[in-house]
């Protein structure tokens, strides 16, 4: 939201509010130094892509932002990462109640061993609900949102592993999407599927944007240049440049962005 300062310096009411907020990040694996004072933000009801060769830092990246490298012992992680202006690293901060609202989609669809409402009803149990028309309800509204209520609402209570690969991908995102993130990470979530369902995950990104900011990592430069609105190029763990996406892939500042757009590395 612009503020009457905002105004008053000129900055224009259409200008994207920033969701997230990221300042001089790294992340060490003991003494590997895989993020090197990395600085984003990330605007609210956008895509931000994260491109760049392997092993560059992007995923190491994405998982900080709700604080996934808590779980790997020889981690270490300093600088800041706001979301609405809350450091998720504060000692007030409780990570599990953080990551309600910043919602993870892993590269290989992972649902649990049980049936598709159940994957999706599984986290509002475990959150305090009890009420099974609330729960039935935003399990149909999830699945609605993640366009795969049409395909298994007659087979709610079948299990979540019988879907495929891009349905099961779907049923991640929907079982996300109950918890009512802010925030959803996605890690290369097309990676695993084929063409036609690739698209399908395209397409739903394009709607989470309405009412979500997302940040996606991948490979293919053809991907994030259909689904996002801004990208940032690593390299080396550190951010090379960041910037709209057509600015990026069509006129990049920084030449070590031009050589991996044109395929002259990585």
Known sequence: MVSSMDRTLGVSA?????????????????????????????EKHRVTALIGP??????????????????????????CIEIDGVDVYSRDVDPIVMRRHVGMVFQRPNPFPMSIFE?????LRVNGER??????????????????????KDRLFESGAALSGGQQQRL????????????ILMDEPASALDPI????IEELIAQLREDYTV?????????????????????????????????????PKDKRTEDYITGRFG
């Open 14 to 42: 259409t200008q994207p509010e920033v969701k997230v907020r990221v300042r001089n990040l790294n992340v060490y694996y003991g003494q590997n130094h895989a993020i090197r004072d990395a600085s984003l933000d990330v």
């Open 54 to 79: 392997s092993g560059c830092g992007k995923t190491t990246f994405l998982r900080a932002i709700n604080r996934m490298h808590d779980l790997t012992p020889s981690a270490k992680v300093t600088g």
């Open 119 to 123: 994957n999706v009803a599984y986290g």
């Open 131 to 152: 009420s099974r028309d609330r729960i039935a309800d935003v399990a149909e509204n999830s699945l609605r949102r993640a366009v795969l209520w049409d395909e298994v």
């Open 172 to 183: 991640c995102v929907a079982r996300v999407l109950a918890l009512r993130p802010d925030v």
């Open 197 to 200: 369902a690739t698209v399908k």
């Open 215 to 251: 940040v996606i990592v991948t490979h293919s430069m053809a991907q994030a240049g259909r689904v996002s609105d801004r990208t940032a190029f690593f390299l080396d763990g550190m951010i090379v440049e960041v910037g709209p996406t057509n600015q990026i892939f069509t006129r």
